[in-house]
Nanobody, 125 residues
Framework: QLQLVESGGGLVQPGGSLRLSCAAA????????VGWFRQAPGKQREGVSC????????IYAGSVKGRFTISRDTAKNTVYLQMNSLKPDDTAVYYC??????????????????WGQGTQVTVSS
C-alpha cells in the first residue's frame, strides 16, 4: 500500500520559514511525480509545487514562486518543500501527493492517486 506522510507544519510569524517533508512508505518516490497542494478554509485545494519524476522539472504556483523550493532526497525517499518569506495568505493545510510518472512535467491534480493526511501551516503574528 502506498503511503505518504507529511510533517513539518506549525505556527510561524510572517516572514518566517518552514520546511515540509513528504516521506514515502511502500514505494520509491524516484519514479513518481510529487506535488504539494494546499487548502485554506472555505477555499478549493490548489497546487503549490510539483517535481517531475521523469525530468526533475520543478513547477511553482505564481503566488509562491521565488519563495518556495521543492526538492527530492532519493536516499531518504522524501520530498521537501522549503517555504521562505511566509505570508498570512499561505495559511492552509498542506498535502503532498504522488503520481507514477508518465513523462516530462507534472500531471493535473486529479491524476495524483496517492495522498498524505496533510499538515497545518499557520502564518500569524
Amino acid at each position: 500500500q502506498l503511503q505518504l506522510v507529511e510533517s513539518g507544519g506549525g505556527l510561524v510569524q510572517p516572514g518566517g520559514s518552514l520546511r515540509l517533508s513528504c516521506a514515502a512508505a511502500g514505494f520509491t518516490l524516484d519514479y513518481y511525480d510529487v506535488g504539494w497542494f494546499r487548502q485554506a478554509p472555505g477555499k478549493q485545494r490548489e497546487g503549490v509545487s510539483c517535481i517531475s519524476g521523469t525530468d526533475t522539472t520543478e513547477i511553482y504556483a505564481g503566488s509562491v514562486k521565488g519563495r518556495f523550493t521543492i526538492s527530492r532526497d532519493t536516499a531518504k525517499n522524501t520530498v521537501y518543500l522549503q517555504m521562505n518569506s511566509l505570508k498570512p495568505d499561505d495559511t492552509a493545510v498542506y498535502y503532498c501527493a504522488a503520481a507514477h510518472t508518465k513523462g516530462p512535467g507534472c500531471p493535473r491534480q486529479a491524476d495524483f492517486s496517492s495522498w498524505g493526511q496533510g499538515t497545518q501551516v499557520t502564518v500569524s503574528s
